[in-house]
């Protein structure tokens, strides 16, 4: 399955379980890392970023995923994967099931609950968040010689 026929079950499942929602496939041509998917339903708003098989979220997405989540909004990555869906959030695997009618379910259920974790990674540092905690890439990190973290940062002049 393809991203393209992820896109039209959810869809298609989504409006059989919200007939009176909304749900639309953003596609920002000029702007990357907008979640794929909005769905409103009973003045909820879902971000559903989807992805299959061993394909995860660009760092871009992440950040915009986090951004929507830590000003309390309602974001989930769908993953399908070896035949399973995958309901993921910054703070970990929500759910998982075979059934995508479970899944929709679940994404629309009445209150999720943010957690301990939200409040600290709220407070946290902004490029942390919760999808940098799940999807890291650790090899993105480039270290000098020495062992500091490179960067380019300007340094002031004093006068």
Same mark, same amino acid.
């Given at each position: 399955?393809?991203?393209?026929?992820?896109?039209?079950?959810?869809?298609? @499942?989504?409006?059989?379980?919200?007939?009176?929602?909304? =749900?639309?496939?953003? #596609?920002?041509? $000029?702007?990357?890392?907008?979640?794929? &998917?909005?769905?409103?339903?009973?003045?909820?708003?879902?971000? &559903?970023?989807? !992805? &299959? %098989? +061993?394909? !995860?979220?660009?760092?871009?997405?992440?950040?915009?995923?986090?951004?929507?989540?830590?000003?309390? *909004?309602?974001?989930?990555?769908?993953? $399908?994967? +070896?035949?399973?869906?995958?309901?993921?959030? *910054?703070? /970990?695997?929500?759910?998982?099931?075979?059934?995508?009618?479970? =899944?929709?379910?679940?994404?629309?259920? @009445?209150?999720?609950?943010? *957690?301990?974790?939200?409040?600290?990674? +709220?407070? #946290? +540092? #902004?490029?942390? /968040?919760?999808?940098? $905690?799940?999807?890291?890439?650790?090899?993105?990190?480039?270290?000098?010689?020495? %062992?500091?973290?490179?960067?380019?940062?300007?340094?002031?002049? @004093?006068?």
């Amino acid at each position: 399955m393809n991203e393209t026929k992820l896109w039209l079950k959810f869809r298609k @499942e989504w409006l059989k379980q919200h007939p009176r929602s909304f =749900i639309n496939k953003i #596609s920002q041509r $000029f702007q990357s890392g907008f979640p794929d &998917v909005i769905c409103i339903d009973d003045r909820k708003v879902n971000f &559903v970023e989807l !992805k &299959v %098989g +061993n394909n !995860k979220p660009t760092k871009l997405q992440r950040k915009v995923l986090d951004d929507i989540y830590n000003s309390t *909004g309602r974001s989930f990555v769908l993953i $399908f994967k +070896n035949d399973k869906y995958y309901i993921y959030r *910054g703070d /970990g695997l929500l759910y998982e099931d075979d059934c995508l009618s479970k =899944i929709v379910s679940f994404i629309n259920k @009445e209150e999720v609950d943010y *957690g301990d974790n939200y409040t600290y990674f +709220n407070k #946290s +540092n #902004s490029s942390g /968040g919760f999808f940098s $905690f799940i999807f890291r890439d650790r090899d993105s990190r480039k270290t000098s010689r020495s %062992g500091e973290k490179s960067g380019r940062r300007s340094k002031r002049r @004093e006068i």
